[in-house]
């Protein structure tokens, strides 16, 4: 009978002596409550959750990192409209910047603020 291994020990065996302090966090988190819960609480997907445990996330890894790190971490940024925002209220902003939307003034300055930010992806 195979035993099953959890989230830390998935974790440990794909990324070895290289496992990030915050993949560490994300795996014993999902033993403390279920990757389920940590993927809703990300506003990502249990597969991505998943894939970046097993270290085969083939996305963009930093942004995992800058979620998880605003999320479970409380690391923040400044933003020149919000002030100091969690790194991962930061991602959602530069996500939601990819397309101009005037459906109110705050994502009218954020479209702009985000556009103009060095820590935005360009192309």
């Known amino acids: 009978m195979n035993a099953v291994l959890s989230p830390l020990d998935i974790a440990r065996a794909a990324w070895g002596d290289a496992l990030p302090d915050w993949v560490q966090l994300l795996a014993e988190e999902c033993i403390r409550t279920s990757q389920n819960r940590v993927a809703k609480r ?72 985000c556009r103009a930010c060095p820590r935005t992806e360009k192309g």
């Open 42 to 113: 990300l506003n990502r997907s249990a597969s991505l959750v998943s894939a970046v445990l097993r270290a085969k996330y083939s996305g963009d890894m930093g942004a995992v990192e800058d979620v998880v790190r605003g999320v479970y971490m409380a690391q923040t940024v400044q933003c020149p409209v919000l002030g100091e925002i969690s790194t991962a209220d930061c991602r959602d902003w530069m996500a939601k910047s990819r397309s101009f939307s005037n459906e109110n003034s705050e994502r009218v300055r954020m479209f702009r603020a």
